[in-house]
């Protein structure tokens, strides 16, 4: 089976940054895009951005282009999310999912690829002075 374990998250103070990681098992892992995606209190899953499957090529939502940035390492079975100038509407959990096509689109809707990929458990990140 597909498993997917993110971490990395925490309180930070706005302004600050966290990285998180998210390992991937049971599966060819280069064989799959990595997504993130986000949810917060009272509030929708939203994506926040993807890598492809040998890392040449990202996507990232408006919310966090130029304060986030994801990359992977194919070797650790590992895709990485830096997040710097973090803000209090960055807080969320956040969870990474494997999808074996690649698209520039972080769309959840019914029928999209990301809907069923394969999802991890999540990591909370809080942001907050």
């Known amino acids: 089976d597909v498993q997917l374990q993110a971490s990395g998250g925490g309180l930070v103070q706005p302004g600050g940054s966290l990285r998180l990681s998210c390992v991937g098992s049971?599966?060819?892992?280069?064989?799959?895009?990595i997504g993130w995606f986000r949810q917060a209190p009272g509030k929708e899953r939203e994506g926040v951005g993807c890598?492809?499957?040998?890392?040449?090529?990202?996507y990232y939502a408006d919310s966090v282009e130029d304060r986030f940035t994801i990359s992977r390492d194919n070797a650790k079975n590992t895709v990485y999310l830096q997040m710097e100038n973090l803000s209090p509407e960055d807080t969320a959990v956040y969870y990474c999912?494997?999808?074996?096509?690649?698209?520039?689109?972080?769309?959840?809707?019914?029928?999209?690829?990301?809907?069923?990929?394969?999802w991890g458990q999540g990591t909370l990140v809080t942001v907050s002075s």
């Open positions: 049971g599966l060819t892992f280069d064989d799959y895009a």
């Open positions: 890598i492809s499957k040998s890392g040449s090529i990202t």
């Open positions: 999912a494997a999808n074996p096509f690649f698209e520039v689109s972080l769309s959840l809707s019914d029928g999209s690829s990301w809907a069923s990929a394969s």
